[in-house]
């Protein structure tokens, strides 16, 4: 099989973003007819169909969508390299992955100080559970992430970016809570499975035999400070985060002790797949830990 030809991918790339060859093409500012001819020779190289017809547009096929993220991958690490030889400083697009928490307490300084040091680096956040972003990293759907422990690291590489205090917070209205009996069947408040704090929850009222109750699932901290400050029931959540909301006035705090009180959120990302982009960050983050 012959070698992949980065300007084929590039055409494939366009076809699949606009959904057909005209809109491909006048995207390249190329004719129609060289973009289809490209695109045949690319799957007759690869012995596979990558696209199938639907309601007028090009749809990737099972095969296309492997190559897609692969051809992200290349043409991406392809322009990084153009201008790290170039220029010598890291540029282009890094995608990162972040916990809803570490966005909102952590990151602003960090992504300020990252900017200010490389301004050519284009950043693109997205949020998600931690199980959600070491599966996306792993995906090669963003270069890096920032997840609590407990996670997955299989297969991972990573260091140490923040250490979190944690802290159940449950209503003002209630008794002060000492231990996991406390609560009773009282609702549990938390993101989706797949968040490191929820298990360290779930693990805390495990530790004494005691299963929580209904466990009422959010997708922001706004949300589940507001619902247990109105009563609905008990959470855990990050003093950093606490701060920020400024939400402690509204709330009982119950410091968590031991291996539950503390959790270390960690970059992690591919090994075989660190860019100047990702280095810088890296930097970054092990010089304001000194």
């Known amino acids: 099989m012959r070698n992949l030809d980065l300007d084929a991918l590039q055409i494939f790339k366009a076809v699949a973003d606009h959904g057909g060859v005209a809109r491909a093409a006048a995207h390249l500012n190329r004719v129609q007819s060289n973009v ?3 695109l045949k020779q690319l ?24 190559l897609l993220s692969y051809a ?44 200010a040091a490389w301004p050519k680096v284009r950043i693109e956040l997205v949020t ?53 009996k406390d609560v009773g069947d009282r609702s549990v408040i938390a993101f989706a499975a797949g968040c490191s704090y929820r298990r360290i929850l779930e693990s805390w009222f495990g530790q004494e035999g005691v299963a929580p109750g209904k466990v009422m699932e959010f997708a922001s901290y706004h949300a589940i400070v507001a619902c247990v400050a109105a009563g609905s029931g008990v959470a855990i959540v ?27 959120t960690r970059l992690i990302w591919r090994a075989d797949d660190e860019t100047p982009a990702l280095q810088a960050l890296r930097q970054l983050l092990a010089q304001r830990r000194q």
């Not at 007759?44 to 492997?66: C, D, I, K, Y």
């Not at 890096?144 to 996670?151: G, I």
């Not at 119950?254 to 270390?264: E, F, I, N, S, V």
């Open 43 to 66: 799957e007759a190289t690869l012995e596979a169909p990558l696209f199938r017809r639907q309601n007028r547009r090009l749809v990737l096929s099972e095969q296309g969508r492997v």
């Open 238 to 264: 990050p003093r950093s985060v606490l701060a920020l909301l400024g939400a402690e006035p509204s709330l009982r705090v119950t410091p968590l002790a031991g291996r539950h009180g503390r959790a270390q």
């Open 72 to 115: 992200d991958r290349m043409l991406r690490l392809s322009a990084e390299a153009q201008a790290a030889v170039r220029d010598g400083a890291p540029q282009g697009l890094l995608r990162i992955g972040t916990m809803e928490s570490t966005a909102a307490a952590r990151l602003p300084p960090i992504l300020a100080a990252y900017h």
């Open 128 to 180: 998600g559970t931690s199980g959600a972003l070491a599966a996306m990293v792993r995906n090669y759907e963003i270069e890096a992430a920032f997840v609590a422990q407990p996670f997955d690291a299989q297969g991972l590489a990573q260091q140490p970016a923040f250490e979190e205090e944690l802290a159940l917070i449950s209503p003002l209205a209630w008794p002060e809570i000492h231990g996991p």
């Open 36 to 38: 289809s001819t490209r």
